[in-house]
């Protein structure tokens, strides 16, 4: 079966850096789009980023401008989220995620695997 294992949460300084790792297994990786989302304390779960399978392109949030980048590693069947500068309103669970369409989606209805969503605390 499908299984997405995140790594890589925790606390970190607003300015400072983290990176998650997204792992997967149970299918072929590099035939699939994936996303991050991420869900703040009493809000909905928003969209962070997509990649294409093959990593070429990429897809952000309009509010992370540049702060945030997701990448991939086809042979290790892992996905990342490089998290540069984050701010506190950006404290949240993130969750990686296998995208059902072939150029992943900023909808999360479009997405059928989520990984278990790790915490991400951003200290002033």
């Known amino acids: 079966q499908v299984q997405l294992v995140e790594s890589g949460g925790g606390l970190v300084q607003a300015g400072g850096s983290l990176r998650l790792s997204c792992a997967a297994s149970g299918l072929t990786f590099s035939d699939y789009a994936m996303g991050w989302f991420r869900q703040a304390p009493g809000k909905e779960r928003e969209f962070v980023a997509r990649i294409t399978r093959s990593g070429v392109n990429t897809d952000y949030t309009d509010s992370l401008k540049g702060r945030f980048t997701i990448s991939r590693d086809n042979a290790m069947n892992t996905v990342y989220l490089r998290m540069n500068s984050p701010k506190p309103e950006e404290t949240a669970v993130y969750y990686c995620?296998?995208?059902?369409?072939?150029?992943?989606?900023?909808?999360?209805?479009?997405?059928?695997?989520w990984g278990q969503g790790p915490q991400v605390t951003v200290s002033s």
């Open positions: 995620a296998r995208a059902k369409y072939v150029l992943g989606s900023r909808r999360e209805y479009e997405y059928d695997y």
